[in-house]
């Protein structure tokens, strides 16, 4: 059995089946070539005409911008919440455990990690790094 490959379709023909059509640029390839393509293709790798036409297998690239957004916007939630329990205890003067300068010392620390969230998302560019969580503090 004899393998081709297009790079024009980026697709494998075998003699052995019949096509109403094949492109004009075939490449014969060694079997061998064909089910490495393939077995890297099943572990993640994405199969690509390289420079001389022949297939080549490369990583496949990841797109996490929405997935940052969305993290983004939950995080801010999740720090506007820790904020607001944080100024009611300052509102409360409830200090039971801590001081008040150790809960303004975290409030100020969830401000500016809200900041930098929020500028995050108004920005829109997910492909960003996302701010450093603020999640090592007392409030989860």
């Known amino acids: 059995m004899k393998i081709y490959y297009s ?20 490449i014969e390839i060694s079997e061998a070539r064909w089910q490495d393509a393939l ?29 940052n957004i969305a993290t983004a916007q939950s995080e801010y939630d ?12 300052i509102q409360d003067e409830d200090y039971d455990g801590t ?3 150790a809960v303004k010392a975290e409030l100020t620390a969830w401000s500016n990690y809200r ?6 998302i108004k920005a829109g560019d997910g492909s960003q790094m996302l701010p450093s969580s603020q999640s090592s503090s007392g409030y989860q």
């Not at 494998?12 to 089946?17: A, E, K, V």
């Not at 999740?78 to 205890?89: M, P, R």
Request: hydrophobic share 35%.
């Open 115 to 120: 900041k930098e969230l929020r500028a995050y």
């Open 39 to 67: 077995t890297k293709q099943a572990e993640g790798k994405v199969i690509s005409p390289g420079p001389d036409g022949l297939p080549v297998l490369l990583d496949q690239v990841v797109d996490y911008t929405a997935e």
């Open 7 to 26: 790079p024009s379709n980026n697709a494998f023909y075998s003699d052995g089946i019949s096509y109403p059509a094949l492109p004009d640029d075939l």
């Open 78 to 89: 999740h720090a506007t919440s820790v904020i607001n329990a944080l100024n009611e205890q």
């Open 99 to 101: 001081t008040e300068e």
